[in-house]
Nanobody
């Protein structure tokens, strides 16, 4: 089982990045997926979730209106388009398969930090750095 993120980098405030995640070794099209991030010195934060069919997406308040999650099941790929980036978006971003989609949504909407135990599959992460 592998989740391999790419597309991170350094941008200035207001810039854009598009993260990609290539999945293999499991039935990607059957899995609800998520993007999770960890900023320096902070806990894990769900950024967005997407259902296995891609028909339902949810975003944290901190990124709503700026980030867009999508997937292409024919390519076993997950994406995160990030626009209007802020310095607060600086973090390592992980492609993840939550153990429970409902629990992930509850965590996100309650603004609680995610736990490592909440995640079934992780990628290695990709660094996003936003500078002013």
């Amino acid at each position: 089982i592998q989740l391999v993120e790419s597309g991170g980098g350094s941008v200035q405030v207001g810039g854009s990045l598009r993260l990609s995640c290539a999945a293999s070794g499991f039935a990607f099209s059957d899995m609800n997926m998520a993007w999770v991030r960890q900023a320096p010195g902070k806990g894990l934060e769900y950024v967005s979730t997407i259902t296995y069919g891609g028909d339902s997406t949810i975003y944290s308040d901190s990124v709503k209106g700026r980030f867009t999650v999508s997937r292409d099941n024919s390519k076993n790929s997950l994406y995160l388009q990030m626009n209007s980036l802020k310095t607060d978006d600086t973090a390592v971003y992980y492609c993840a398969a939550p153990r429970s989609h409902a629990a992930a949504i509850a965590t996100m909407t309650s603004r609680r930090p995610a736990q490592h135990s909440d995640i079934l599959y992780w990628g290695q992460g990709t660094q996003v750095t936003v500078s002013s």
